[in-house]
């Protein structure tokens, strides 16, 4: 899937449900954060990319969650960083996929980044439909197999041929729950 055709999973306001969704993993409120990437950040290198900025501008990383939301669909907390300034402003120095502007932060001061224990995403359906729980489900399926394939202390991962097909049949069922 494209930059340009990846949907726009940032949610647009804080539902009652979704709030449910972050207090069952952090005790903080969740935060609109900006996200302002300096040129040449990499995209999914978010922890680097706040040690960078904290090493050259000074403030602290801020661990916790991204929290995407798909309506209808499902909830997905993945483990992320963000820079807090001298000021105390959170703001996401990493790029995100399709060029988003922001995104709904959870922090969570536990959620401790550690490269050779690698954090399964949190998802839960978006309801109770067929469509919903399918997706919770490939979605689990699919992160839990890259990180399987995940080199512990890397960002690399190793797909074997074995892996590239259970990745492509699941990217495949993904497409077509999406569709259906």
């Given amino acids: 899937m494209s930059a340009a055709s990846t949907p726009d999973t940032v949610p647009r306001s804080l539902t009652p449900a979704l709030l449910e969704f972050c207090a069952s993993i952090s ?18 290198f978010c922890f ?28 997905e907390a993945e483990h992320h960083a963000v820079w807090r300034n001298k000021l105390g402003n959170l703001i996401d120095v990493s790029p995100q996929m399709g ?29 109770g439909s067929e469509r919903a729980l399918r997706m ?30 259970e990745l492509a049949d699941i990217d495949r069922q993904i497409r077509e729950t999406m569709t259906g």
């Fill in 99 to 127: 060029g988003r502007r922001r995104l709904l932060f959870l922090p969570d001061d536990g959620a401790v980044y550690d490269p050779f224990a690698i954090r399964q995403n949190v998802t839960a359906p978006d309801g």
């Fill in 27 to 44: 005790s903080s409120d969740p935060v609109f954060v900006a996200s302002i990437p300096p040129k040449r950040a990499p995209t999914s």
């Fill in 136 to 165: 919770t489900e490939l979605g689990n399926r699919r992160h839990a197999l890259l990180i399987r394939c995940r080199i512990p202390g890397t960002a690399e991962i190793r797909l074997y041929e074995h892996d590239q097909m």
């Fill in 48 to 75: 680097e990319n706040v040690a960078r900025r904290v090493r050259d501008r000074g403030g602290s990383i801020a661990y916790g969650w991204a929290i995407w939301h798909l309506p209808g669909l499902y909830f």
